[in-house]
């Protein structure tokens, strides 16, 4: 039987995955009205990811034979004063979400859940990756911003970003 404070923090995890999922996809919307489809690609791809995660999240209290809650997802802020703006709210929210998932493995550790902290695993490595990745896009930008054709060059290269679904094991 898995652990019932850690049961409600995956709950919430989910939550928070799926909102993650509704930020980027308001993040995608953004860049596309704004003609830069390439940013736009990018954002529908982290918004399929981070519904995936949400699934792998609720497939694994499925798994141990817990409750999965539908909690309350509150819509994303999504006015932008420029093109940067999105992307700095992409580290900070990556960030926000290794620390609850990292709060998550605190718990499991503390309550001897070993295949929670195991199961967890993924998602730290995942984080680590995904934090990169916000970091390097800003970084990009902030080399190209100033260079419309560079500018163009990173969207048309953005545009080809493919999802390439990897998953947790849970046997």
Not at 38 to 67: I, K, S, T, W
Not at 87 to 93: E, F, P, R, Y
């Amino acid at each position: 039987m898995l652990n019932k404070k850690v049961e409600a923090l995956i709950n919430e995890q989910i939550q928070k995955e799926l909102y993650s999922s509704y930020l980027y996809l308001e993040m995608s919307n953004y860049y596309e009205a704004k003609g830069l489809k390439g940013f736009g690609h990018y954002f529908l791809v982290q918004a399929q990811e981070e519904r995936d995660h949400a699934m792998y999240f609720r497939e694994y209290l499925l798994h141990r034979n817990a409750r999965v809650i539908s909690l309350k997802i509150d819509a994303p802020f999504g006015e932008y004063k420029d093109f940067r703006e999105p992307l700095v709210l992409q580290i900070k929210h990556e960030q926000e979400v290794t620390k609850s998932i990292e709060n998550i493995l605190e718990v499991a550790i503390k309550e001897k859940d070993y295949g929670t902290q195991e199961f967890l695993q993924w998602f730290i490595k995942e984080q680590v990756e995904e934090e990169s990745s916000a970091e390097n896009l800003l970084d990009d930008y902030d080399f190209m911003k100033d260079d419309k054709a560079a500018l163009v060059a990173l969207d048309g290269h953005l545009r080809g970003r493919s999802y390439h679904k990897s998953t947790p094991d849970l046997d």
